[in-house]
């Protein structure tokens, strides 16, 4: 069965560094969306992808992160530099289509920043 | 603002009680509600949609537009439904809005 993949899974790094994250979404998924999870709370869309496109990034801190998908495939995800408030869980999804509801999510990254 | 709120952060009830997680919701628009499922050491997948009306491992969820619910239910736990459960609001362009989420634990 297919699955979201998602590298590394877990990533420890000190504040002010750079650090990026690998997304390989379910073939054929057309849309694809990075998540954060806080300990304690629910995911928090960070981007949205419909092919190489960004559909919703209101909510990417924009200064320090940075989101792209160049072939409409796999996605990256870089936080420069990063902060302590940064640790949290990274969430990759992907969908069919934009419109299709459900999402399968990927195994998550989680980051430390000390 | 969209939100959706889950009440209990922890849940634990005894295998063949019954079960319900709570969630409210606050949506301006045609809502389109979802539960969501994280068993120990799974990925979060996704349990049932309101639209699809359907019931999947007992569990059902009927959206309550005047209470703006949609509490997930079981009428008998078992001891493998313990997970972390979320509900979800879907805005426009199937933007997923989640919940803090319900820690079910059923003791045997």
């Known amino acids: 069965e297919a699955e979201v993949a998602q590298s590394p899974r877990y990533k420890i790094t000190e504040k002010s560094q750079a650090v990026a994250f690998w997304c390989d979404p379910i073939?054929?998924?057309?849309?694809l969306y990075w998540y954060r999870q806080i300990l304690g709370q629910g995911p928090e869309l960070l981007v949205q992808f419909q092919d190489e496109s960004v559909v919703d990034d209101s909510q990417l801190p924009k200064d320090r992160f940075s989101a792209e998908r160049l072939k409409g495939v796999d996605s990256t995800l870089k936080i420069q530099p990063a902060e302590l408030g940064d640790s949290a869980m990274y969430l990759c999804a992907s969908s069919i289509s934009f419109s299709s509801g459900e999402q399968y999510f990927g195994p998550g990254t989680r980051l430390t920043v000390t | 603002a969209q939100r959706v709120t889950q009440p209990e952060k922890l849940l634990s009830v005894f295998k063949g009680a019954p079960v319900e997680l709570k969630c409210n919701y606050s949506y301006s628009g045609s809502p389109e509600l979802f539960w969501y499922v994280q068993y120990s050491r799974q990925r979060l997948q996704l349990l049932l949609r309101?639209?699809s009306r359907e019931s999947i491992k007992g569990f059902t969820a009927d959206l309550n537009k005047g209470e703006t619910s949609f509490h997930l239910k079981k009428p008998f736990a078992q001891e493998e439904d313990s997970a972390m459960y979320y509900c979800?609001?879907?805005?426009?362009?199937?933007?997923?809005?989640f919940g803090q989420g319900t820690r079910l634990t059923i003791n045997p």
């Open positions: 979800a609001l879907s805005q426009g362009a199937q933007k997923l809005v």
């Open positions: 073939s054929g998924h057309a849309t």
């Open positions: 309101h639209i």
